[in-house]
Each structure stands twice: as C-alpha cells, then as structure tokens.
C-alpha cells in the first residue's frame, strides 16, 4: 500500500487549497482515508476522514471551512480547503486502513499506511 500526499503550497489568509491523497497497490473501495497534520513543535492532529461507506468527519478546527471526497475510480482522496488561517499552517499527511471504526478515526494509530506528507503554509 503506498500513499502520495500533494496539493500543498503558500497561500494568504482566505484563500484555498486542493489537497489530494493517491492510493496505489490496494482497492480504496475498502480503506478509510483521514487526513492528519503537525505544526511545528506541535503534535499530528486529526483534521478530517471519511470511510468506505463515504461517511465523513471532521475536526471542530476545520469543520464548515475543509471538505473530504474520495473518487473511488481514481483512487484518490481530496481535501478541500476553503477559508484558510495561518493556524492552518502544517505538514498535511493522508492516512489509510481497513476496519477503522468510527471511534478510533481520529487516532494515529488507527491508521497504519501514511503518505509522506505536503506542506501548507498560510501567510500573508
């Protein structure tokens, strides 16, 4: 299972960005996608998942601003961001696992496929 994290890039206060998390080597009909993200000297936290029923979820930070979509045909999943703020600013990493239930998908380990990660910085 490989994951590849892009989209990312410096942007000014409200505007967007497009995040996208390629899934090769398994069937994303099966995987629950989740995005996570680490500031600086800060913890990974959970932004948004949604799981293979298209279910979806979000943190309280980003919810009404982020939206998730998976192309199951593509093999892709998105990260709309619309509204970003500089708290905003982090290293974006996308996640993927089978079984993820819905009380664990806001947990590091519930996910055990990560993609490398790509930076969204929010400045002006």
């Known amino acids: 299972v490989q994951l590849q994290a892009s989209g990312g890039g410096l942007v000014p206060p409200g505007d967007s960005l497009r995040l996208s998390c390629a899934l090769s080597?398994?069937?994303?009909?099966?995987?629950?996608i989740a995005w996570f993200r680490q500031a600086p000297g800060k913890e990974r936290d959970w932004v948004s998942c949604?799981?293979?029923?298209?279910?979806?979820h979000y943190s309280d930070s980003v919810k009404g601003r982020f939206t998730i979509a998976r192309d199951n045909a593509k093999s892709t999943v998105s990260l709309q961001m619309n509204s970003l703020r500089p708290e905003d600013t982090a290293v974006y990493y996308c996640?993927?696992?089978?079984?993820?239930?819905?009380?664990?998908?806001?947990?590091?380990?519930?996910?055990?496929?990560w993609g490398q990660g790509t930076q969204v910085t929010v400045s002006s």
């Open positions: 996640a993927a696992d089978r079984g993820v239930i819905t009380s664990s998908m806001s947990m590091s380990r519930a996910y055990d496929y």
């Open positions: 080597g398994v069937n994303l009909d099966y995987y629950a």
């Open positions: 949604i799981n293979s029923a298209d279910s979806t």
